[in-house]
């Protein structure tokens, strides 16, 4: 299926990432363990030469020019060159009666090893990551002997330089590989595929396919579905295509599309948590009325006879999820609200006044905060509605919508955007986090972008 939310990562992301990588890899390398070497050889006019190296040690292990390319519909390719390192040990020697012993030093230079890296997913929606091919050569071996017997030594040494070729790109490569399994694919399993948001919905951000190279960018499509935790139903609306915008300013872009957002009420809506209650103890001492039958008796006389001067309560609910739009203007809906009113009796017991069914029209600011998606709510006139229960003429109808009106944004409002403005968390690895933020909106999605910074433990 198509993902509700993409996480695009560009040439400059993935420029910032390697850098970090390239810096754990050299770090590896120079903790390579060689393995001791002994051999014998002959050489004319002197016989058989028996000769041991031990103790190796890498005192350094420069990687300074290196790049990351994108290789579209299989992965990414790390290229490594002009690297170089340094050996030190000793050596031992035995010709017939002489025995000779000392250090040595070796440089290795124009190291150039190639990495192919295969993205793929597991089956918990994590990304995975190995190796699938891996190649060093090295072009040049130089080895210094300290001794007495200079000219034997030198006999010798380009079959020790041989040796350590052999060793080196053998090692190398098998430490890449190790590398990428013992550390960057733990690191990638950090992304939380499923994100508790509070005590009655969380969110799904679950691979819904491999990762995918294209020329400019690594492209991650996710499932981006809120649910909720008490039952998790089938979401009825299909998530849509999301036409990516050719942006790469960013390191990283999140898409996310009308899909994710509708989710989130229809999870909301499923759990119940779409019903507010208001009574007259929470209006603000600044709106001018009380919520009692004696205000409303202004526009129904009855009730100051049926039920004279009783406090209300009004009971807010939505008859179906709220269903947002998303376009170049920005976020809207406009959510059916049906107002329930009821007489407070003396035994505390509540009495049904009328139902109230109204339209309203909401728009919304997004943003990003401290790595959560956050939001703020604005109510505007209401589009409509009808009055159920009693005789209501046209006049007290809106009248009766501008005080629901006045209460939605001195009550509900504020109660609703407290909890938008905590938000909810984007999909990042460990140790990241976001600057640089640029909000954008599009036919049926929102663009997020941002620059990354990784935080070392």
């Known amino acids: ?244 915008p050719p942006d790469h300013d960013r390191m990283v872009y999140f898409a996310a599309s009308s899909y994710f957002f509708n989710t989130a009420g229809f999870a909301y809506h499923t759990a119940g948590a779409l019903v507010f209650e208001i009574t007259d103890s929470m209006i603000p001492k600044d709106v001018e009325f009380h919520l009692t039958t004696s205000t409303f008796s202004a526009f129904v006389p009855q009730l100051e006879k049926m039920y004279p001067d009783m406090l209300m309560k009004l009971r807010l609910s939505t008859p179906s999820a709220p269903f947002l739009n998303i376009g170049p203007g920005g976020l809207s809906l406009r959510p059916v609200v049906d107002v329930q009113a009821y007489a407070i009796l003396p035994d505390s017991s509540l009495a049904p006044l009328f139902l109230l069914s109204v339209v309203s029209n909401v728009s919304a600011v997004i943003d990003i905060k401290s790595s959560h998606i956050v939001g703020n709510l604005t109510v505007g006139r209401y589009g409509g509605g009808a009055v159920q229960g009693f005789g209501w003429g046209g006049t007290s109808v809106r009248t009766l919508q501008s005080i629901m009106n006045i209460l939605a944004s001195s009550i509900l409002l504020p109660r609703v955007n407290a909890r938008l403005e905590q938000g909810f968390p984007l999909p990042l690895l460990d140790r990241i986090q976001l600057s640089n933020i640029l909000v954008r909106f599009h036919q049926d999605f929102l663009l997020l972008g941002a620059d990354v910074h990784y935080q070392p433990r």
């Open 1 to 244: 299926t198509n993902p509700g939310f993409v996480v695009r990562i560009t040439q400059a992301g993935l420029d910032y990432a390697h850098q970090q990588g390239i810096a754990i890899l050299e770090k590896e390398l120079a903790q390579l363990k060689l393995p001791d070497i002994s051999g014998d050889f002959r050489i004319r006019h002197v016989g058989k030469v028996h000769y041991e190296i031990s103790r190796l040690g890498l005192r350094s292990f420069y990687l300074p020019y290196s790049r990351i390319s994108l290789v579209p519909n299989v992965g990414l390719q790390v290229s490594i060159s002009n690297a170089f390192a340094e050996v030190d040990g000793n050596w031992r020697v035995k010709i017939h009666f002489i025995r000779d012993h000392g250090s040595f030093d070796l440089k290795v230079e124009n190291i150039y090893i190639k990495i192919n890296l295969r993205l793929g997913s597991d089956a918990s929606g994590k990304p995975t990551i190995d190796t699938s091919d891996c190649s060093t050569r090295i072009s040049q071996v130089r080895v210094h002997f300290s001794g007495k017997f200079g000219w034997l030594y030198n006999l010798f040494h380009s079959a020790i330089e041989s040796r350590f070729r052999n060793i080196l790109e053998s090692k190398v490569c098998m430490n890449v590989v190790s590398s990428v399994s013992s550390e960057l694919q733990p690191y990638l399993q950090t992304l939380p595929v499923t994100a508790t948001i509070d005590a009655m919905a969380g969110v799904d951000y679950s691979l819904v396919a491999p990762p995918t190279a294209t020329a400019h960018a690594l492209d991650v499509g996710l499932k981006g579905e809120f649910f909720s935790l008490a039952h998790r139903s089938a979401v009825p609306f299909p998530p849509l295509a999301l036409a990516f």
